[in-house]
């Protein structure tokens, strides 16, 4: 699956447990700006790590006025739109499946981290991040139903062709997500060390940004990408992970889960795997 010049059709994760369905929103704000609209797929599914945390702490339904209540803002502006329920064991490779069956440009996944204080997601949510061929947005209960600035962060300081790949990714689509919304696109590059100042030129040319737009800081990549995405109030943040297999894949406390943890805002994950045309 590649990510092409669209994000018509979007993937919604749909928790069967949460009374606010944060992603289905961000689906219907992204219907009233992306050309030609939106088709929605609802994924209808209980991560089984949430189960064994609630299971006989809370009893939960969804009966026919649930599905209606569901249905009902897609009914109202004429959105075309799927629907699935699914009981899974292993929730990220259904959802890796559901996205390839409808050839997903984007998915969608709200955070509840009001509730917990900070985002905690599970590991199958962090495997699905490693593992999706399209982006992965996380939706923040606090961000605001628009889009006026997009933040891509970029790593200049390797010459890994998969880091290459990743800044490709992040540039084209941070690049998509701001011509659709007319939004202001910036570029943040923190480096820890004198030695690995970026290249400024490359910067503008790779990131596709203006001049004024590049933000370029010494200092730990988690507290620049959050100091600038303060400072422009940046109302999505686009950063990468590298798609991993066996034992590293499990391993946790890497750079981008740093970065989703501090961020109180949309984020939006791509992984190394995925690629543009």
């Known amino acids: 699956m590649t990510v092409e010049n669209q994000l018509n059709k979007v993937l919604v994760a749909i928790d069967p447990t949460e009374k606010e369905h944060y992603a289905l929103k961000r689906a219907l704000m992204m219907n009233e700006f992306i050309e030609d609209g939106v088709k ?4 209808i599914a209980l991560d089984p790590e949430k189960l064994h945390k609630i299971h006989d702490a809370n009893d939960f339904s969804c009966n026919s006025n649930w599905f209606t209540e569901l249905f009902k803002p897609m009914d109202v502006e004429k959105i075309e739109y799927t629907a699935e329920v699914i009981w899974t064991e292993n929730w990220h490779l259904s959802m890796l499946d559901a996205s390839k069956r409808h050839e997903a440009d984007i998915v969608i996944l709200s955070d509840y981290r009001r509730k917990e204080g900070q985002t905690v ?13 399209c982006p992965i947005l996380i939706v923040d209960p606090s961000s605001k139903l628009q889009r006026n600035n997009v933040l891509a962060a970029l790593n200049m300081q390797t010459d890994d062709p998969r880091y290459a790949q990743l ?19 910036h ?4 480096y820890e060390s004198s030695e690995d100042f970026p290249d400024r030129a490359k910067l503008i040319r790779d990131g596709d940004a203006r001049q004024e737009n590049i933000h370029v800081k010494i200092g730990d990549p988690t507290e620049i990408i959050a100091e600038v995405a303060d400072k422009i109030n940046a109302d999505v943040v686009v950063i990468g992970t590298l798609a991993r297999k066996g034992v590293i894949a ?9 970065i989703i943890r501090k961020l109180n805002r949309d984020v939006m994950v791509i992984n190394s795997t995925t690629h543009r045309e």
């Open 40 to 43: 929605i797929h609802l994924f």
């Open 121 to 133: 997601l599970s590991s199958s949510k962090w495997a699905l991040l490693r593992d999706s061929k």
């Open 167 to 185: 800044n490709r990714n992040i540039a084209g689509v941070s690049s998509l997500i701001a011509n659709s919304y007319g939004a202001e696109k």
């Open 187 to 190: 570029i943040v590059n923190a």
């Open 250 to 258: 499990a391993m946790r406390g890497n750079k981008s889960e740093d």
